[in-house]
């Protein structure tokens, strides 16, 4: 109620879908949520911090190219497979304020982050992400 229209898009980060991407990042009230495994493969290896950090560093960079300067994008970050890293949280945290500190002026990020664990759709992360 009160919102107004909703619109939400997932690029799953393909890169052969990246060209497309500047079509949908259009309105100053956009909201974008930059989601981060922290795991990968089958074997669910941890990911480094350096690894995320190059990941959130890439696809920040890619959005502000993408607005070409015509407003400042709110983002939040968020890390999934939560369940698989117990520092998670910390990892999260330590992107979170390297990113702050790369891109201040050029990107709104979020304070709050979200670590999740996508087994449970009712967690109480699940449920604060969805408010």
Do not use: W
């Amino acid at each position: 109620p009160g919102v107004g229209r909703l619109c939400v898009l997932d690029y799953a980060g393909q890169e052969q879908f990246h060209k497309s991407h500047g079509v949908f990042f259009s309105g100053s009230n956009s909201f974008f949520i930059l989601l981060m495994s922290l795991v990968t493969g089958e074997k669910r290896q941890h990911r480094t911090l350096e690894e995320l950090k190059a990941e959130a560093q890439y696809y920040l960079s890619f959005l502000r190219a993408s607005l070409d300067g015509k407003f400042i994008p709110t983002v939040m970050m968020a890390a999934s497979h939560g369940e698989y890293c117990s520092n998670g949280q910390r990892l999260l945290q330590r992107v979170v304020s390297e990113m702050h500190g790369l891109f201040h002026g050029m990107i709104n990020i979020t304070e709050e982050s979200f670590l999740l664990d996508c087994r449970e759709s009712r967690s109480p992360e699940m449920k604060q992400l969805k408010r």
